[in-house]
C-alpha cells in the first residue's frame, strides 16, 4: 500500500465498523454522503452523524449513488454513497455501471445480511459482490471489524487510482456493530496515477503531430480525471493543433478559441492524416475509430491512463510538439462557421411550443460563466450537448455513454452542495423527468435550489422520430401531452411555472433563480422537432 505517514492524534478507545469506515472517510476529505435509511448501514449513518460528515438522505438509492458520481465529476474527489442491503444495493446498480462507463472515482458502501445467518434466509439477503463485480473496479466483503478502517481507505486509493472507477463494499450487519480497536495513527494514502509513460512512444507521437498535413487532437474525459487539462492546452498551442471534445473534456478550451471545433468536429475526423486521442475511447461517439468518422488512411494514435501517467503523457507530447498548420486549421474554421450559421435557424425559432433548441440557446445565454450545467435525457439534451459550450472544464455533466435517464437529478443536487455559490441548471427532458421526480422532495428538505428546465415535448423523442423514419409507424413513444410537471414541483415545496412562449424563457428563469428553492421550468416543446443526427444510436 503506497502511502506517505501523517501522524494523528492518538486514540485508545474502541468503536464498530460503521465508525471505523467513517473516520477513514473523514480522513480522505468526504464531507457529504448520499443515502437513504435501511436497517443494515445504521453504523455508518449514526457515525457520520457524529463526525459531521453531511448526510443527504434521497428517496431513491439509484439517487444516491447517481448523485456520489455527480460529486465525483464536479470534484474530481471521490463520491461516497451508502445503501441498505438487497434492494438498495440492486438499486444502486445503474450508477455503478455508468460510474464504469464514465471513469467516474466514487465509493458505495453497502449493508448485508449477517454472516451467521448466511444462506438461512435474512431479510434482504443476497451476493451483491457478484452482482456489483463486473459493474466496478474492485467489489468486496468486509469480513472483520478489525479491517474496516484499512479497507474503506483503500477502496477509496483505488477509486482515485487510474484507471479511476467505482469501487463497491458491503458489511454484514454483524461485522458492521463489531468492536474493534480505534486507529493510533494513520496514512495518508495516495492515489495512483499509473507508471511514467514511455519517453519513446511519447516522442513518436509529438512527431507525428509535427509532420501531419492535418493533425486532430481528441479529447476525452480521461484528460478532467488526470488534471491534465493545462498540459492539453499547452500541446494543441504549441503545436497549432485543432481540438475536439467529448465527455468531461468538454470546456478543456472555450469556444472563441482559435483551435477549439465542435461544428467541424466531421470533417476534421474523415478528413484528418494524423489524430491523436487523449484519455477517450474509440467507442460509439467515435464509430469505434473506423470509416466513414475516420478517413481510411488516418493514421490514430491513441493514449490513455492504460498505458500510464496520462498527465505526464500529455506533457511530454506538449514538451516536444511545435509547428502551425494555418491552411488546415482556417478550412476548418470555415466549416465551423457554416455550422454555427445552420444552428442559428434553430436557435432564433420563435414557434410555439418552442423549438427545444431556443429554450437551450435560452438557457446558454441566462446562466452564468461559471454555472454548472447537468444533461438528463434523449434528444432534448443532444440539442444541449450540441449548443452548450462551457468557457471551463467541469461545468457541464451529462450521463456519458451508458446513458442512464434519471442521474440528473443526483448530479444537480451535488453539483449545487459542492459548488453552492454558483448556478446549476437541470436540464431534463420530459421523460427522464419522470426516473427521479421525487428528488426535488430531497432537495427541498435539504435546501438545495438547483433550477430545473423540462423540455416537454410529450413523447420519447430518441425512439420515436428514429422509428417513425425507419419502421413507418411508432411504438411506446408517447407521454402525456402537456404533463404539469411544474405542479408536482410545486406540490413538494418547491416553486413551478409553466411556459409555452420563447420570449417567457428567461423572466421564467430569473424568478426562478430569485425563489431561492428548487424550481421546475416547465418548458412546452415542438414534438415535430427533431435533433439532426447522423446515426440511430442502438
Known amino acids: 500500500m503506497r502511502g506517505s505517514p501523517q501522524v494523528a492524534s492518538l486514540v485508545t478507545d474502541t468503536g464498530n465498523a460503521g465508525e471505523l469506515v467513517t473516520l477513514a472517510l473523514k480522513r480522505a476529505g468526504v464531507s457529504h454522503l448520499f443515502t437513504l435509511n435501511g436497517g443494515h448501514i445504521w453504523p455508518v449513518l449514526v457515525a457520520a452523524a457524529e463526525h459531521d460528515i453531511r448526510i443527504i438522505d434521497v428517496r431513491h438509492e439509484q439517487s444516491a449513488a447517481f448523485a456520489a458520481e455527480g460529486w465525483a465529476k ?6 461516497v454513497a451508502a445503501v441498505t442491503a438487497g434492494p438498495g444495493v440492486t438499486n444502486s446498480t445503474s450508477a455503478l455501471a455508468q460510474a464504469m ?27 451483491h459482490v457478484e452482482v456489483t463485480r463486473s459493474l466496478t473496479k474492485k467489489s468486496m466483503t468486509l469480513m472483520s471489524a478489525d479491517d474496516a478502517y484499512n479497507a474503506a481507505a483503500e477502496c477509496m486509493r483505488t477509486a482515485l487510482s487510474r484507471r479511476t472507477g467505482p469501487v463497491f463494499m458491503d458489511i454484514p450487519i454483524d461485522v458492521f456493530f463489531g468492536a474493534a480497536d480505534l486507529p493510533e495513527a494513520t496514512e495518508h494514502l495516495v492515489a495512483d496515477p499509473g507508471s511514467p509513460p514511455d519517453p519513446t512512444e511519447l516522442a513518436e507521437a509529438a512527431r507525428a503531430l509535427r509532420q501531419a498535413a492535418r493533425p486532430v487532437v481528441v479529447a476525452g474525459g480521461g484528460v478532467w480525471w488526470a488534471h491534465a487539462e493545462d498540459e492539453l492546452r499547452e500541446l494543441v498551442e504549441k503545436g497549432g493543433v485543432p481540438l475536439i471534445v467529448n465527455g468531461m473534456a468538454r470546456g ?36 469505434f475509430g473506423q470509416p466513414p468518422v475516420f478517413g481510411d488512411e488516418a493514421r490514430i494514435i491513441r493514449i490513455d491512463v492504460d498505458s500510464g501517467d496520462l498527465r505526464a503523457a500529455v506533457a511530454g507530447i506538449a514538451s516536444e510538439v511545435a509547428g502551425r498548420h494555418e491552411e488546415w ?13 445552420r444552428d442559428e435557424v434553430m436557435t432564433a425559432s420563435d414557434s410555439s411550443p418552442v423549438h427545444p433548441a431556443r429554450l437551450i440557446a435560452e438557457v446558454d445565454r441566462f446562466a452564468d460563466p461559471d454555472a454548472i450545467i447537468v444533461g438528463d435525457g434523449g434528444d432534448f439534451v443532444s440539442f444541449a450537448g450540441r ?11 451529462d450521463p456519458g455513454p451508458f446513458g442512464s435517464l434519471g442521474s440528473g437529478p443526483g448530479y444537480a443536487m451535488a453539483a449545487k452542495l459542492a459548488r453552492p455559490d454558483r448556478q446549476v441548471v437541470l436540464l431534463a427532458g420530459d421523460g427522464a423527468f419522470g426516473f427521479s421526480a ?34 413507418g409507424m411508432s411504438v411506446a ?18 416553486h413551478g411555472e409553466m411556459v409555452d412562449r420563447p420570449e417567457e424563457i428567461r423572466p421564467a428563469l430569473e424568478r426562478a433563480f430569485k ?20 446515426s440511430v444510436l442502438m
Open 387 to 397: 449548443l452548450v459550450e462551457r468557457p471551463k472544464p467541469g461545468l457541464w455533466i
Open 101 to 127: 462507463g464514465n471513469d467516474s472515482p466514487m465509493f458505495v458502501i453497502g449493508g448485508r445480511a449477517p454472516i451467521a445467518r448466511w444462506g438461512m434466509g435474512s431479510l434482504q439477503e443476497m451476493d
Open 438 to 471: 421525487m428528488e426535488f422532495d430531497t432537495m427541498v428538505r435539504h435546501r438545495i435550489p438547483v433550477v430545473c428546465v423540462v423540455g416537454n415535448n410529450g413523447i420519447w423523442a430518441l425512439e420515436k422520430h428514429p422509428m417513425q423514419r425507419m419502421l
Open 477 to 494: 413513444a408517447d407521454l402525456g401531452a402537456n404533463a404539469r410537471y411544474d405542479r408536482v414541483v410545486q406540490a413538494l415545496g418547491g
Open 74 to 79: 464536479v470534484t474530481r474527489e471521490c463520491g
Open 329 to 341: 486549421v482556417s478550412a476548418l474554421r470555415q466549416t465551423e462557421a457554416e455550422g454555427r450559421a
Open 515 to 534: 425563489a431561492g428553492v428548487p424550481a421546475c421550468i416547465n418548458v412546452i416543446c415542438d414534438p415535430d422537432a427533431e435533433y439532426p443526427r447522423s
Open 252 to 287: 478543456m478550451l472555450p469556444r472563441e478559441h482559435p483551435l477549439y471545433f465542435s461544428r467541424a468536429r466531421s470533417r476534421a475526423l474523415s478528413e484528418a492524416d494524423v489524430v491523436l486521442v487523449l484519455g477517450a475511447r474509440l467507442d460509439f461517439r467515435l464509430n
